[in-house]
DNA sequence: GCTTGACCTCAAGTTGACTTGAAGTGGCAG
DNA sequence: CTGCCACTTCAAGTCAACTTGAGGTCAAGC
């Protein structure tokens, strides 16, 4: 216990060995040594693995989040870029719930097409100023999940 | 006027006449003709690519925006894939929430390492239990912009 | 001692949405 | 008529974050 082999840590972190391999090449993680050939990681990986995820699920890059763990010698983590990030993820927002509302619009929306519908010509004209254009953060598509 | 040359609709849609060709050969438009070889397109190109824009910006892919076209024939757009669509934002935006006052948190926490403070430890069991995975809609990094 | 199979490495492939580059064409100003 | 150069095509490259595959190693159970 407390020693874990790197199928465990998949098994418990959710993340697949191959990327696990992958981050540690990244030198988003590190093992505490081999038995052999074999990686074996102490019990701080799992918080590792959830401040990857974490990081991940705010729109840091892997190159972001590396550089964060480096620079950790540093008195904490980096308020600035965390809060930059937060007002980030503020405007990210504004923008999809102005999408939202537009999709909403366009699906209720009585107007015999939807291209007659001022509402919905407004939006669009939105849409093609840039308005809805990524900041550094963006939509993306093709979760991997079910394998 | 009113025919427009491909260097014509860049400039105005602001989409590069690499990706309106791209566009073209994905079936996404069509130009009305050629003058020599080269492509001439009618304004309702422009609310195409408005419409276009705005499919990417809701988080759908290029296939999808096609789909949506060529069915564009039926009734209306498709309401009940544009609802969808937008219940699915409002679950990214829920998350994205999350994480914003995670961030936020983790940025004003005074607690002496983040690992210590109680919220943050919740948001990153949260993050390790893949509560912010995505949907099917997610964050992205790396966004063309500048050139 | 031998087999098994989970683990290893390293290179190459995948996905989506484009961009870039090389090589060719042809409309139009002069 | 000529030359320029914006346009064309088609193949290949890019980016991020992984995954996959081939070929190899070795700890453990029988």
């Known amino acids: 216990m407390s020693v874990l082999d790197i199928s465990e840590v998949a098994r418990r972190s959710g993340v697949p060995a191959s990327t696990l391999r992958y981050y540690e090449e990244r030198g988003l993680i590190a093992s505490i040594g081999r038995r052999g050939l074999?990686?074996?990681f102490g019990p701080a990986i799992l918080d590792r693995l959830a401040l990857?995820?974490?990081?991940?699920?705010?729109?840091f890059s892997l190159d972001e989040i590396?550089?964060?763990f480096t620079a950790e010698h540093a008195p904490q983590f980096d308020r600035t870029a965390l809060s930059a990030k937060a007002n980030e993820i503020d405007h990210t927002i504004a923008r999809l719930a102005a999408m939202r509302d537009?999709?909403?619009?366009?699906a209720?929306?009585?107007a015999p097409s939807h291209m007659e519908c001022p509402t919905f010509r407004r939006i669009l004209k939105a849409a093609a100023s840039g308005a809805f254009e990524p900041p550094t953060l963006a939509l993306r598509?093709?979760?991997r999940s079910a394998r």
């Open 102 to 106: 537009g999709l909403r619009h366009a």
């Open 38 to 40: 074999r990686r074996l």
């Open 52 to 59: 990857i995820s974490l990081g991940r699920a705010a729109g």
């Open 66 to 68: 590396a550089a964060m």
């Open 141 to 143: 598509r093709g979760g």
């Open 108 to 110: 209720a929306c009585r």
